[in-house]
């Protein structure tokens, strides 16, 4: 069966198809073909993670999921949160993203930081709502290759590697994306 999942992000549709297993085939929008941008207006993550379904979901009439994360820096009011993607500009470009990140935490002793992400899945018609989040901190300098956004410099507590340096098995064991996405999966697997 075919869901809809809201991004573009290649990287997080294999992420989420290696978690959800091989009863559903997740699309991209790609996929759908739906290359306009769709509006994250919302100032929290469920709210744009809503946002995204409905709009989907409005477009094509099909079950469908779309999700936002947030890196949450306490020593910077929680910032950049919603405005991750585009926290230095609407380019979304992560390498400057991290590099303004670490500017901005150049003077500040506090690195703790943590991940969330909210996922709003619309099955038959109906809202469901599943979040998942890991703490850590944000590191001096970048570690690693492998991963996306924000994770050569986020070292979750319960790793001594960054989530750049793990091999996406390790990271799909404790990260944010996995946890909301388990109980996305465990939902989908009690309805079959």
Same mark, same amino acid.
Request: charged residues 25%; hydrophobic residues 35%; aromatic residues 8%.
């Given at each position: 069966?075919?869901?809809?999942?809201?991004t573009g992000?290649?990287? @997080?549709?294999? =992420?989420?198809?290696?978690?959800i297993?091989?009863?559903? &085939?997740?699309?991209?929008?790609?996929?759908?073909? #739906?290359?306009?941008?769709?509006?994250?207006?919302?100032?929290?993550?469920?709210?744009?993670?809503?946002?995204?379904? /409905?709009?989907?979901?409005?477009? $094509?009439?099909?079950n #469908?999921?779309?999700? &936002?994360?947030?890196?949450l820096? /306490? %020593?910077?009011?929680?910032?950049?949160?919603?405005?991750?993607?585009?926290?230095?500009? =609407?380019?979304?470009?992560?390498? &400057?993203?991290?590099?303004?990140?670490?500017?901005?935490? %150049?003077? @500040?002793?506090?690195?703790?930081? @943590?991940?969330?992400?909210?996922?709003c899945?619309?099955?038959?018609?109906?809202?469901?709502?599943?979040?998942?989040?890991?703490?850590? =901190?944000?590191?001096? /300098? @970048?570690?690693?290759n492998?991963?996306?956004g924000?994770?050569?410099?986020?070292?979750p507590?319960?790793?001594?590697?960054? $989530?750049?340096e793990?091999?996406? %098995?390790?990271?799909n064991?404790?990260?944010h994306?996995s946890?909301a996405?388990?109980?996305?999966? &465990?939902?989908?697997? %009690?309805?079959?």
């Amino acid at each position: 069966m075919n869901i809809i999942f809201a991004t573009g992000n290649e990287n @997080k549709v294999k =992420e989420i198809q290696a978690m959800i297993g091989d009863n559903y &085939d997740i699309l991209s929008l790609k996929d759908v073909n #739906c290359l306009e941008e769709i509006p994250e207006t919302a100032n929290t993550l469920i709210g744009n993670a809503i946002q995204k379904a /409905e709009y989907i979901y409005k477009k $094509f009439g099909k079950n #469908c999921f779309a999700d &936002d994360t947030g890196l949450l820096v /306490e %020593s910077l009011n929680g910032d950049p949160g919603v405005y991750s993607a585009r926290y230095a500009g =609407e380019q979304k470009n992560s390498e &400057d993203n991290m590099n303004l990140l670490l500017q901005n935490l %150049s003077n @500040k002793t506090n690195r703790k930081a @943590k991940f969330q992400t909210a996922i709003c899945l619309i099955w038959e018609g109906e809202q469901h709502i599943f979040t998942g989040e890991v703490e850590g =901190e944000i590191t001096l /300098e @970048k570690h690693g290759n492998d991963g996306f956004g924000y994770d050569p410099i986020f070292l979750p507590f319960e790793s001594k590697q960054t $989530f750049a340096e793990m091999s996406l %098995s390790d990271k799909n064991l404790i990260s944010h994306r996995s946890r909301a996405v388990k109980k996305l999966a &465990d939902f989908l697997i %009690s309805l079959s």
